[in-house]
């Protein structure tokens, strides 16, 4: 498993713009669970998944008016 967490700008505190909510939705329409939270998001997904989603993320992010997308990707536990 992976963990993807991403910070899409630009960053309104307590207001995400149309940037982030649809980045969050194209990873939750591909059946991802996407925990959001004040400064970034995350959210698990497995090896077969993460370009889909990583793609659809920063891709939906510039779609709609981000200027930066940050993206981490780290593997969980010990990778067996």
Do not use: K
């Amino acid at each position: 498993m992976l963990l993807l967490e991403f910070t899409i700008e630009p960053f309104t505190e307590g207001n995400p713009g149309p940037h982030v909510r649809a980045a969050v939705a194209a990873a939750e329409a591909l059946g991802v669970a996407v925990e959001f939270g004040p400064f970034g998001s995350s959210c698990t997904v497995t090896q077969a998944q993460v370009a889909e989603v990583s793609g659809a993320i920063v891709a939906e992010a510039f779609a709609n008016g981000a200027t930066h997308v940050s993206l981490h990707a780290e593997r969980l536990g010990d990778g067996t």
